[in-house]
């Protein structure tokens, strides 16, 4: 009998656990305004599915790279522990293994990658992020030699994704390496155990890729485990400041004094656990807004909240940062609809229906939240459209893109090279699944070179109403993910274009006049101006 009351406590408190998980799954899914009533994308084969091994960190990792230089896109994928990384090619309709190695690579898992030249030598290197260190892959001419940087990492620490940013303005690319507390060491739901945290680097390139660690001297070692982060200018200063998602804790963003040094820059956005980073002008105000996800409601507060603080505010929803301009933001996740929304991973801003405004994806599921297992999230395509003369973000299935894996970070890429941007899901311990974009709607592609040179660039694009759209070049958006270089102007109804200019952080002034529309703008077809 004792054996019986035994397990019908253990049912009661299992169907409790099912209620209070599956009570919230219930995500607010907003219809749009105004559906689209054809599929947009459509999904293609590929040939890869991450295996985790459960021993590491279950995360993969994925880049963007054009590896034979002939314009078409290769995309590298980070595998698990004892799997192979790959470089997917877009062969006969479907992205398959391209047959690339990479050296003498580490067997262990493979976490965030960075895809940039980084020995200025007019090919595009790798920087991995891997459970025993941080690697280049140097490309020559398609062929990669594997050089593992020397880092020394403390005890329990392991780097989850890379950074690349010249940040003192001496022409070569700088790393910023975000560290998280190993897989047997991590203890979830933990904001102020000082030996649980560890610190992030700030690695100074010398000039031919070796490197001195300047943390202490930036003032950007962090304060708590990062999942990612990534450079962008967030003031127009010409200087790419640095943005920090780190798990629970406060998000940091660090101002760049053009020297070498950072100021860290308070931000409220309370103590969450801040995962993947969204960069974008979603506003069309010419500055840079912020998406970073969190745990949403997928999990109950009372499990989330560990040993926060009274005066720690518990923040568990998504959060949209409008730039306001001077490094102060404004919170708009509810005036823009995405709140009530769960667990999420990766984010990246992209306009995926060619209208002009910057839509969202944002990668769902928690693989170690058994709900997740029974009740899938799907991962959410949000459409940016307007009811009512405000702005907000709507999920629309008709976009055809589904995906109710254990999902890390959307992937942007031009796949088929027809200038459109199509759509790559990571998942975790999962197949990676991609989309082309059918869409018919005008646009415009720049081809920006993936050199340092270019990194914190803003491209704006000028119509014959007089409409100014803007992006600005950055890398490491998403989570542990390196999106394509080309950057997509979707035109809408426009069919004149005056003009696109291109202004480098250094200042110099690229413009193409009347370029034409639904083409792709190479480095070659501008002409600098004074």
Do not use: C
């Not at 193409?512 to 004074?530: M, V, Y």
Request: glycine fraction near 12%.
């Amino acid at each position: 009998m004792k054996l019986i009351r035994i397990l019908g406590i253990i049912l009661i408190l299992f169907g409790v656990a099912i209620f209070l998980g599956l009570s919230t799954l219930n995500e607010t899914i907003r219809p749009g305004p105004s559906a689209l009533d054809v599929r947009a994308f459509k999904e293609i084969p590929v040939s890869f599915e991450h295996r985790w091994s459960k021993t590491t960190h279950p995360f993969s990792g994925a880049a963007v790279i054009d590896a034979d230089g002939d314009g078409a896109p290769e995309i590298f994928v980070a595998g698990g522990e004892g799997q192979d990384d790959v470089l997917l090619a877009f062969r006969d309709g479907m992205l398959v293994d391209s047959g690339t190695s990479f050296g003498a690579a580490s067997k262990q898992a493979s976490h965030g990658a960075t895809a940039l030249d980084l020995d200025n030598d007019g090919d595009v290197d790798l920087a991995v992020a891997r459970n025993d260190g941080v690697y280049l892959h140097l490309n020559e001419g398609g062929n990669f030699t594997s050089h593992k940087v020397p880092i020394i990492f403390g005890k329990d620490e392991v780097p989850l994704s890379v950074a690349v940013s010249d940040v003192n303005g001496d022409g070569h690319a700088d790393l910023y390496v975000s560290v998280f507390i190993t897989f047997p060491a991590f203890k979830s739901a933990t904001f102020n155990d000082g030996e649980h945290a560890k610190k992030n680097r700030l690695l100074l390139n010398n000039g031919n890729l070796t490197f001195t660690d300047i943390t202490a001297s930036s003032g950007t070692a962090s304060k708590q485990n990062t999942f990612t982060s990534a450079f962008a200018d967030l003031d127009g200063d010409g200087q790419q400041d640095l943005i920090v998602s780190q798990n629970t804790g406060e998000i940091e963003l660090f101002r760049n004094l053009g020297d070498g040094r950072f100021e860290a820059r308070p931000t409220s956005s309370g103590y969450g656990f801040w995962m993947g980073l969204g960069v974008g002008d979603v506003d069309g105000d010419g500055d840079q807004d912020l998406f970073f996800s969190n745990l949403g409601v997928s999990i109950p507060s009372f499990l989330t909240r560990g040993d926060l603080k009274d005066d720690q505010r518990h923040a568990p929803e998504w959060l949209l940062f409008r730039n306001d301009g001077g490094f102060k933001f404004t919170d708009v996740t509810a005036a823009y609809g995405l709140t009530g929304y769960g667990f999420s991973w990766g984010a990246v801003f992209e306009d995926l229906n060619l209208d002009g405004r910057l839509d969202l994806m944002v990668a769902q599921n928690y693989i170690k939240w058994p709900l997740h297992k029974i009740a899938p999230l799907g991962s959410k395509a949000f459409l940016q459209q307007s009811e009512n003369g405000k702005p907000g973000f709507y999920h629309d299935d008709a976009l055809g893109l589904d995906n109710r894996h254990f999902a890390q970070t959307p992937l942007i890429a031009d796949l088929d090279s027809d200038g459109r941007p199509d759509m790559l899901w990571l998942n975790m311990d999962g197949p990676l699944r991609a989309f082309l974009n059918t869409s018919k709607r005008n646009f415009l592609t720049i081809a920006v070179p993936d050199t340092q040179r270019f990194l914190g660039a803003n491209v704006s694009v000028e119509t014959d109403k007089g409409v100014l759209y803007t992006r600005q070049v950055m890398g490491s958006i998403g989570l542990m993910s390196d999106q394509t270089s080309k950057l997509f102007f979707g035109l809408g109804d426009a069919k004149v274009l005056k003009q696109v200019t291109i202004v480098t952080a250094d200042g110099k002034r690229l413009v193409a006049t009347a370029p034409g529309i639904n083409r792709t703008l190479k480095a070659s077809d501008f002409t600098e101006q004074p």
